[in-house]
């Protein structure tokens, strides 16, 4: 199973550094990949496979202007991380038993309505406002089990060694 982000209708003066953090968190816990829709942005996507080479793994990041024709030619199941979703402890089982690929609809300026409709789940986290980063994260802890803390990252040029206080990196 791959799972996927799609960042709804980024813009660049407004959203850059969220949506790097919305693929960072993506990257870090599980995602394979995430793809922009909105306005082409890239210093964001060259941001991302900055770290991406620096700090290894699999991940990719792709553009693409209509988020509708992503939605349409998703071969998985779709699901839309909102407020206004359903409790993610009442389906994330039902989810799981799901082998097909997933995509993650993650919005940014106000969602389109059709969304809901197009979304084979609209999942929430809380139904407080809250940032798109924590739902992603919460979501994919819940969706592997926490065992995305433990992935492995090949290829990297830099570790971090784990300490109880300080800062250690080595360079590979």
């Known amino acids: 199973m791959k799972v996927w982000g799609l960042r709804l209708g980024h813009r ?6 969220l949506t790097t953090h919305v693929a960072l968190t993506a990257r870090a816990l599980g995602c394979d990949g995430v793809i922009l829709s909105g306005e082409r942005d890239e210093q964001v996507i060259d941001s991302i496979e ?13 553009y693409e202007k209509d988020w509708r ?40 300026e106000k969602v389109p309505g059709e969304v ?3 979304a084979d789940w609209n999942i929430s986290v809380t139904n407080q406002p809250h940032s798109e980063v924590a739902s992603l994260a919460l979501f994919l802890d819940k969706l592997f089990k926490g065992k995305e803390l433990k992935k492995k990252f090949e290829n990297s040029k830099i570790k971090i060694i784990p300490q109880e206080r300080g800062k250690k990196t080595i360079s590979l």
């Open 12 to 17: 660049r003066g407004r959203d850059p550094r």
């Open 116 to 118: 809901y409709q197009l």
């Open 69 to 108: 024709k992503v939605i349409k030619n998703w071969n998985g199941k779709i699901i839309h991380l909102t407020m206004y979703g359903l409790p993610i402890q009442d389906k994330i089982d039902e989810i799981r038993k799901f082998k097909e690929d997933l995509l993650i609809i993650l919005g940014s």
């Open 50 to 62: 900055r770290i991406v080479e620096n700090w290894g793994g699999l991940f990719e990041v792709k």
